[in-house]
């Protein structure tokens, strides 16, 4: 299995796998063929369906620029492809094409060339487990801690990597509880991160509190992100509200230290590889459950280490996480991630806490194991339609577009 830095990514929203990943497509080729005169960039599959909404064309010719690039959105449905999210960067000098690559964008920002191995790369991994069962036996056996199996596998300034993660998360929601007005795209989508903030004088009850407070964060976050900020992938910028919120809410609550949640980011970091190894974590490949169920799973996972609870309690609070997303769909308006993404940050927000407190009280009768249930998840996003997987051709992308 890969570093879990391949999880967090610091980056321009609004997707990791639409605007991030062809970004680093377009630069890995410039790179590598700096004497290209012009350029044909190809989108296929849910890259040419959603790309113009969600900037995907933008964030190719910021750059690629100053050479001259053409792209083209093929939305030819009857074209084979490896992935939903495939792109072809061909690369022209005196009009005589001098070279051509087609990249897959896996989710997350992560790229791979057309025929890669698309799971394990061996060579490349840190990590010889690739499961949760194989982790966790190996820290019961030893007796340590999800997170210091983590340390333990990780380069010696990994800790300082999550440090700077935490630092522009929580830059994420300082800035968007600052900004108020429309976010763009067309949709009128007000901000609203503010307003849930500044209502915090309100007398209220503390689970009322908690709700108001958790889902402002995870606003701030997602509009940010919608509004092409600052954001860190969590596994992905569609779902990068989600760990976050929770975390900023129970530090400041329990007056964790950032060491603390350092920690918490490791573990979650661990659950969202894991999800990424064995299934996947795009949206156009599994539905919207691969990115905002993966990151409920994450931030549950967090929040247990925080308490310092035991490996069968994390595993059981990662678990029902993602259990209770399979099947969600990905159906972004207009192909931008605002409606319903950023709604669906908060609620998976709140609900990566109840997860926590069941798994607080119920972990020794659970039945299904997290590695069944990435399993699971999998198998069900190849089963999903395809106009369900970030495609804008079914569920509220069609409906909206019809009222």
């Known amino acids: 299995m890969k570093s879990i830095r391949n999880i967090y990514k610091t980056g321009i929203g609004p997707s990791s796998s639409h605007t991030m990943g062809p970004a680093f497509a377009a630069k890995s080729f410039s790179e590598k063929y700096p004497d290209c005169e012009s350029i044909q960039v190809t989108l296929y599959g849910s890259l040419a369906k959603t790309g113009k909404g969600h900037g995907t064309d ?36 005196s009009d005589e094409k001098i070279a051509e690559t087609t990249f897959l964008s896996i989710g997350g920002g992560e790229i791979r060339t057309k025929g890669e191995i698309a799971k394990t790369e061996k060579g490349s991994d840190l990590y010889a487990e690739n499961s949760f069962s194989e982790i966790a036996a190996i820290c019961k056996e030893r007796n340590i801690r999800l997170s210091d199996y983590v340390f333990e596998h990780e380069a010696p300034d990994f800790r300082n990597f999550l440090g700077n993660v935490w630092h522009t998360m929580q830059a994420a929601i300082r800035d968007g509880l600052s900004r108020t007005g429309e976010l763009p795209g067309g949709l009128g989508v007000k901000r609203k991160a503010q307003k849930l903030f500044n209502q915090r004088h309100i007398d209220e009850s503390p689970q009322t509190k908690e709700n108001r407070l958790v889902c402002a964060y995870a606003f701030a976050v997602s509009e940010q992100n919608a509004d092409c900020g600052l954001i860190v992938t969590a596994p992905t910028c569609g779902s990068c509200g989600v760990l976050p919120a929770v975390l900023k809410y129970m530090q400041d609550k329990n007056s964790f230290s950032d060491d603390d949640v350092i920690r918490a980011l490791a573990v979650a970091g661990l659950i ?4 990424s190894t064995n299934a996947s974590i795009s949206g156009a490949e599994c539905g919207c459950q691969a990115e905002i169920g993966t990151a409920c799973s994450m931030a549950s996972a967090a929040l247990a280490e925080l308490f310092e609870m ?19 769909t990905c159906d972004p308006v207009c192909g931008l991630v605002q409606i319903p993404c ?16 069941l798994a607080n009280f119920l972990s020794d009768s659970r039945k299904i194991s997290f590695d069944l249930v990435v399993e699971t998840m999998y198998q069900t996003g190849i089963d999903l339609s395809h106009i369900y997987r970030e495609t804008g051709e079914g569920g509220l992308a069609k409906l909206y577009q019809h009222k």
């Not at 969202?272 to 999800?275: A, D, L, M, N």
């Not at 709140?350 to 997860?355: G, Q, V």
């Open 310 to 328: 035991g490996i069968d309690q994390i595993e059981y609070a990662a678990e029902i996480a993602l259990e209770h997303h399979l099947g969600l």
């Open 58 to 93: 933008r964030a190719i010719l910021e750059v690629l620029s100053p050479v001259e690039t053409e792209i083209i959105f093929n939305t030819d449905e009857s074209i084979p492809l490896e992935h939903p999210n495939t792109m072809t960067i061909a690369g022209y000098k």
């Open 272 to 275: 969202g590889q894991i999800v």
């Open 342 to 357: 950023i709604e669906r940050n908060a609620v998976a927000a709140m609900r990566a806490i109840n997860a926590l407190s």
